[in-house]
């Protein structure tokens, strides 16, 4: 089995979820490489985060500039999970280097940005990974399955709401290695880029491209103390934000992100209703599927009246998406599952030469959405894409 020696250009919170998939991937997959985490990449002043996450993930070697790990012969595999204004020198870097990409979400800062890094990615012919990873829950794996096999038939509503909680204090800071999502030099977006970013890939994953949008943002808390200065700084993100949406093949959506919701922690919830059937899930209770049965979707007729109702569908069965690699029937899986199963399918797409989805043409598009979104409650006016 070839090794593929990754070099990891971060150390925060994503450097664990993305190094526990290269060290897991091969206990439950049959892969066609074998990773190695070769080296990993911090901040001279984030010294001893880096000496800790190196010891806690078992990389070889340590570096404090990013470019000699790009640049490196022995390197296979660069992974980008630094913050989001950093994304686009080092893809470039990547591209130039021939090596082959995995980058967490959101892909760029902006539209603009996105399009001049997937420029570059694609000249380079480089395998590629956007890590949207919540396409690879396998609850929301067979909501796109159902969706597909038409037991939805002619779709009418999506509904997505993606609420967290972790901010709705105004002591809570901006900046440093663990805020600065707080941000807008380092982060771009607020809950658009971080949160409905999410949403806005699985909607058009499952339910095909949005055509217009029209949204209203909100920020909560005008200013926070910069953490590493001390000083109070204007806060720029936003800190909820809904949208309306048409999609292309005439279903209507609506979208709604907040750091503010109380009790929320990490509540997404998607929900498609067509003609017969639909679909709801909430990442809250990753492992369950609902599921509302009307018609056949074969014959378009409906039902015996007393079998119509929602069920709970449990997803853990082999013949479920993914589950056949983990335990038996009946147990569950969790959220750094969902990066383990989405390495294993861009380590065969790699194998088998075959292009993987979702990538950075697909990344572009979801940030070619959130910046429409923005622009939209900027304006405060219908934006079509």
């Known amino acids: 089995m070839k090794t593929l020696n990754v070099g990891m250009l971060g150390c925060g919170f994503m450097g664990r979820t993305h190094s526990n998939a290269y060290n897991q991937v091969g206990h439950f997959f049959d892969i066609p490489f074998k990773p190695v985490l070769k080296v990993?990449?911090?901040?001279?002043?984030?010294?001893?985060?880096l000496d800790k996450f190196q010891k806690a993930w078992g990389y070889e070697e340590t570096c404090t500039d990013w470019r000699k790990i790009v640049e490196r012969d022995d390197i296979d595999i660069i992974d980008v999970v630094a913050p989001n204004f950093l994304h686009k020198e080092m893809v470039l870097a990547v591209a130039e280097a021939g090596k082959m990409l995995v980058c967490e979400k959101p892909l760029a800062m902006s539209f603009a940005e996105a399009e001049e890094m997937v420029k570059a990615v694609e000249k380079a012919g480089i395998a590629?990974?956007?890590?949207?990873?919540?396409?690879?829950?396998?609850?929301?794996?067979?909501?796109?399955?159902?969706?597909?096999?038409?037991r939805v038939g002619r779709p009418f509503h999506y509904r997505a709401v993606y609420n967290q909680d972790y901010t709705i204090s105004q002591k809570?800071?901006?900046g440093g290695a663990a805020l600065w999502r707080l941000n807008a030099k380092v982060a771009g977006s607020g809950v658009t880029g971080d949160l409905l970013a999410h949403s806005i890939d699985t909607a058009e994953w499952i339910n095909g491209p949005i055509k217009r949008v029209c949204a209203y943002t909100e920020i909560f808390i005008k200013e926070r103390k910069n953490i590493e200065t001390g000083e109070m700084i204007p806060i720029t993100i936003d800190d909820a934000c809904m949208f309306l949406a048409v999609f292309a093949n005439g279903s209507?959506?609506?979208?709604?992100?907040?750091?503010?919701?109380?009790?929320?922690k990490n509540y997404s919830m998607m929900e498609l209703n067509g003609e017969n059937g639909a679909?709801?899930?909430?990442?809250?209770?990753?492992e369950y599927l609902?599921?509302?049965?009307?018609?056949?979707?074969?014959?378009?007729?409906?039902?015996?009246?007393?079998?119509?109702g929602w069920q709970?569908?449990?997803?853990?069965n082999g013949e479920h998406p993914y589950m056949s690699k983990y335990w038996v029937p009946g147990t569950t899986i969790g959220y750094e599952h969902t990066f383990i199963n989405q390495l294993a399918d861009f380590l065969t797409s790699v194998g088998n030469k075959t292009v993987y989805q979702p990538n950075v043409?697909?990344?572009?598009?979801?940030?070619?959405?959130?910046?429409?979104?923005?622009?939209?409650?900027?304006?405060?006016?219908?934006?079509?894409?």
Request: with cysteine.
């Open 279 to 286: 679909l709801c899930f909430n990442l809250e209770e990753p």
């Open 252 to 264: 209507i959506g609506t979208f709604e992100s907040s750091r503010y919701a109380r009790g929320r």
């Open 172 to 174: 809570v800071p901006a």
């Open 312 to 316: 709970k569908i449990l997803v853990t």
């Open 361 to 385: 043409r697909d990344a572009m598009r979801v940030q070619k959405v959130c910046d429409a979104v923005i622009q939209s409650a900027k304006e405060e006016r219908w934006i079509d894409i």
């Open 40 to 49: 990993c990449y911090g901040r001279e002043e984030d010294r001893a985060a």
């Open 128 to 150: 590629n990974m956007v890590s949207f990873n919540y396409r690879r829950v396998p609850a929301v794996s067979l909501f796109k399955q159902v969706v597909d096999e038409g």
């Open 290 to 308: 609902q599921f509302f049965r009307y018609a056949d979707p074969d014959t378009g007729k409906k039902i015996e009246d007393h079998l119509t």
